[in-house]
């Protein structure tokens, strides 16, 4: 008898349950790799569902323990149970919801033109506001990497940032925006 399986992960997630595979839906950042997540089920229709109130701690394989978790919330991903722990592995590129460029607000200079930035959406007013689901990201200036510190960008600003991948095997998602403080009008 021939089967042919058109969606893997709903085979996955069914003959996983016994060795310790589900599916999740990231809900939160913790600290570093560490999120906090919720069991998730098909329904007959193929979306995905929540499965129990139950609430677990995953750890992202594919993010350095020391710094911020990069997943936004609602992404979905297949847990392993290794050793009592769940683990994922999420490709910060391969998870981004935010969009190749978007809109951000500056809310934080950590220095040598790096800052934190938060993704920016419209409220029915026209005002940005937090993106919902969004978490901080580190970003670089372009345009204080080369005039300066005196291009240095304000906290509170909105600039237009941009997701760029490096070289790397797998590639590793950076984000940058170019924000010429200098850029003045003379009298």
């Not at 008898?1 to 939160?28: P, S």
């Not at 677990?56 to 710094?67: I, K, Y």
């Not at 797998?170 to 403080?181: C, L, T």
Request: aromatic content about 6%; some cysteine.
């Amino acid at each position: 008898m021939n089967h042919t399986y058109h969606d893997a992960i709903k085979c996955l997630a069914g003959a996983g349950a016994a060795c310790g595979v589900q599916l999740v839906r990231i809900t939160a950042p913790d600290a570093g790799n560490r999120y906090t997540a919720r069991p998730v089920e098909f329904t007959a229709a193929g979306a995905t569902q929540p499965a129990s109130t139950e609430t677990l701690s995953v750890v992202n394989l594919a993010e350095p323990a020391d710094q911020p978790g990069q997943l936004a919330a609602d992404n979905e991903a297949v847990a392993l149970d290794v050793e009592g722990r769940w683990v994922i592995f999420v490709r910060v590129a391969a998870a981004t919801a935010s969009p190749g460029v978007f809109a951000a607000k500056v809310v934080a200079a950590l220095g040598s033109a790096a800052y934190t930035i938060r993704e920016q959406t419209l409220d029915t007013n026209g005002a940005f506001i937090d993106k919902s689901g969004t978490l901080n990201v580190s970003a670089k200036n372009l345009a204080e990497l080369s005039l300066g510190s005196g291009a240095a960008v304000a906290v509170g600003t909105i600039v237009l940032a941009t997701t760029i991948t490096d070289g790397g095997t797998p590639p590793s998602v950076a984000y940058i925006f170019d924000h010429p403080a200098y850029a003045k009008y003379l009298e």
